[in-house]
Each structure stands twice: as C-alpha cells, then as structure tokens.
C-alpha cells in the first residue's frame, strides 16, 4: 500500500447531514478496497483566496490514508462526478507503507494532537492569570 494525503473543499452551503454522507462515502471507497484511513480532519467552513464555481467560501476536509494506488482513480473519479465538490488535492506521502506504519503515523497524530492540546490549555491558564493579575492591580490602584 501507499501513503496518501487529500484535501477536498465541499460548497458550504450542503449542511452538516450531506457533508457526513459525503465523508462517510469517500471513507468506504478507501476502506472496502483494504485501504486503511489514519487520520480525518474536518477543518470546517473557511474562505477560499479566489471565487471556485461561484463560491466564496468552503467546507474543508483532510484525509491522511494509506491505500493501493488503484483507489486513487476510482476516488478521484467519484470526486469529478459528484458536483457538490468544489475542490480536490490528493498527494502522495510515501511509495509504500505497512501496518507498522500507519500505526506510528496514528500515534504521531494522536501525540501531536495531545501537544497542542496541552499547548491551548497552558495559554489560557496563562492568559487567565494575566487577566486576575491586572484587574487586581487595577483594583489596588483605586
């Protein structure tokens, strides 16, 4: 199997039921061909640099798999077809990969995601003592 990456912008104005349907479906083509899915990232709807058949903006969707290299045909077909699409990027990440892989690339996502995580909750704690810092200071001084 080979290690994929692919981006697709669906129009933003589908609603939450057809963009699960949408990502539940591009999910089975991967896996019902022994394809193995590492990681989905919905990014959500976010505004395009330039006007994509007459949309502004887009439902963004991340999908890191590994799959053989027949799959990508047959997703980029359906991708092509199915005009609720707007955009589509596939890349490949590496020539070949095993279980061990994917399962190192999971737990590599998994920690990275714990990391920032960690990263968000230590900034707010952060900015929370700021703030009490200086409404207390602000208090002192009247």
């Known amino acids: 199997m080979r290690h994929y990456e692919t981006t697709y912008i669906l129009r933003p104005n589908l609603g939450e039921e057809q963009f699960k349907e949408i990502i539940d479906r591009t999910n089975a083509i991967v896996t019902d061909a022994g394809g193995s899915i590492v ?20 439902y963004y969707v991340y999908m890191n798999y590994a799959a053989p290299g027949s799959i990508i045909k047959e997703l980029e077909r359906i991708f ?3 005009d609720r699409l707007l955009r589509y990027l596939t890349v490949k ?16 996502i998994a920690a990275k995601a714990a990391a920032e995580e960690e990263a968000a909750a230590e900034a707010e704690e952060s900015s929370e003592t700021t703030e009490a810092k200086d409404s207390k200071a602000a208090t002192s001084d009247k």
């Not at 990440?93 to 590599?108: C, F, H, N, R, V």
């Open 39 to 58: 990681d989905i990232d919905e990014w959500g709807i976010k505004t395009l640099a330039y006007e994509i058949k007459k949309e502004t903006q887009g």
């Open 80 to 82: 092509r077809i199915d």
């Open 93 to 108: 990440l590496a020539d070949s990969i095993d279980d061990s892989g994917i399962t190192a690339a999971k737990e590599e």
